[in-house]
């Protein structure tokens, strides 16, 4: 409730209300919960409404010269359409209560004026409007989230590369689904010399714009210590160091970041955090990549991080994922989980990159069902031809 | 999600149970606000009752050591179940913050 008294505009023609209601109304008056403000018809209504922009509400005569009630319930909205009227209406005339009730009118009281029943509909309708403008904040205030949830949205999508490179040797793919309320996984395919690649998929904590501001100073930060140092380990060290000036808000990425070398078939990868990386084999059967024990980067400075090397055979495909996707609820509030995942490739190993990301999607959208999405769900696959 | 605490000794004993995820992590932040203002020495956080911690949630703990930290205050966490364990291990926050098996472990090493 607002602290000043609400304001109301009393209109007719009738020149012994006005004492009337002043009268009537004292003790609410005295007690400083109304302020009555006074016209003669509706022109003048409208004029002092124009010119008086904290009344809130408006208890109006029907039969009125110049302009009558009926119009004016008409024009009352286009002056602010938040504005509650109540209607005097003669006893018994039905007929111009449903025109008032059909133009806008919150309520109608009828002659000879009843001052309680006019004081309990006044106070129910400047209830309703204290309601109603609280109602009008809580959607601003949404609206303003939403927004915010947009942006955060867009430039997450906006890095998210969507053509991967091409070669008899190899084939990659990846795709993200943003949940409701972004988060801020990434991922990242980046071009190294020597045909190499390095590949790396992220999750951000926390979610919104700081988030998605975060998640786009770590993607920036990751490709260029990808290319400025040929080994994992020391580029997430680097970018540690970097995200950790100026994070007062404990934010942190958790990431893997891989290098691959399509000629030798090796698969160099260091882990911030992160869930650890899966490898399909081609009959179906897959190994969990030990973890490298890395801290997620942004939370403490000077973190050496260990990498692992390991060969890819021929026809391996190597799986990397955010916690989207074992960390998926089902309804009966179980997680998706790791022995999910592999069984997914037990059944049906993968065919091609692209295949065996849409395959985890389709399974995990399987298994949630009707639950909603509450995190980003992330996949990166890297298949080996080898030579 | 519910965060309760009490004294023991001169340690705070924080309990939280339920889900920690996105969606009430600034509550939980808000709880652990209030047992960091109040404490004069050592914060524990007993996760036996927790089901389940999102990265935001982990958050929460990392922003709680910090402030105890630049405090001069200790803090550890403990009864963790086996696949918050895991989180924990995963996102290498087992080496940030202290973990102990049990609530009186973790408060002879407090305490002591």
Known sequence: ?387 | MQTEWEWKDEAIVARVDGRVDGANAREFQQGLAAVIKASAGAVLLDMEKLSYISSAGLRVVLLAAKELRTQGSKFAICSLSASILEVFKISGFDQIVQIYGSQDEALAALNG
């Open chain 1, 1 to 387: 409730m607002e602290d000043r008294p609400y304001k109301i505009l009393v209109v007719d023609d009738e020149p012994d209300l006005q004492p009337l209601v002043l009268q009537r109304m004292r003790r609410n008056i005295r007690a400083g919960r109304y302020t009555f403000v006074f016209a003669g018809n509706g022109v003048e209504a409208i004029e002092q409404l124009n010119a008086d922009r904290s009344i809130d509400m408006v208890l109006s005569d029907i039969n009125m010269p110049r302009m009558d009630g009926l119009t004016l319930l008409e024009q009352i909205p286009k002056v602010d359409p938040n504005i509650r009227s109540v209607i005097i209406s003669a006893y018994g005339d039905m007929r111009n209560i449903r025109t008032a009730m059909n133009r806008g009118a919150f309520d109608f009281v009828t002659k000879p004026l009843d001052f309680k029943d006019l004081q309990v509909t006044i106070d129910r309708t400047l209830r309703h409007m204290a309601e109603w403008r609280d109602a009008l904040t809580a959607r601003d205030k949404l609206i303003a989230l939403q927004n915010e949830l947009d942006i955060a949205s867009n430039m997450q999508k906006s890095i998210l590369p969507t053509t991967f490179p091409v070669s008899p040797a190899y084939g990659v793919s990846a795709h993200m689904e943003p949940a409701r309320n972004v988060g801020g996984d990434f991922y990242d395919v980046i071009a190294l010399q020597g045909g190499r690649l390095g590949l790396a998929v992220a999750d951000v904590s926390d979610k919104g714009v700081p988030a998605a501001l975060f998640m786009m100073s770590s993607r920036t930060l990751l490709k260029g210590a990808a290319i400025g140092r040929n080994n994992p380990g020391e580029a997430l060290g680097e970018v540690n160091d970097l995200l950790i000036e100026n994070n007062e808000t404990a934010m942190f990425v958790t990431v893997i970041y891989a290098v691959y070398d399509p000629e030798t078939g090796t698969f160099t990868y260091a882990n911030g955090g992160h869930n650890t990386p899966l490898v399909v084999h081609p009959d179906g059967s897959s190994t969990e990549l030990p973890l490298t024990r890395g801290v997620a980067l942004g939370v403490m400075p000077g973190i050496e991080y260990q990498q692992n090397t390991i060969t890819l055979e021929p026809g391996d495909t190597v799986l990397l994922y955010t916690d989207g996707v074992t960390e998926a609820m089902n309804s009966g509030n179980e997680e998706f989980g790791m022995e999910r995942l592999r069984q997914i490739f037990a059944d049906k190993p993968p065919q091609g990159p692209e295949e065996a990301h849409r395959d985890v999607f389709q399974a995990v959208h399987a298994f949630a069902g009707a639950v909603p999405q509450s995190d980003d769900i992330t996949c990166l696959t890297l298949r080996h031809a080898g030579a």
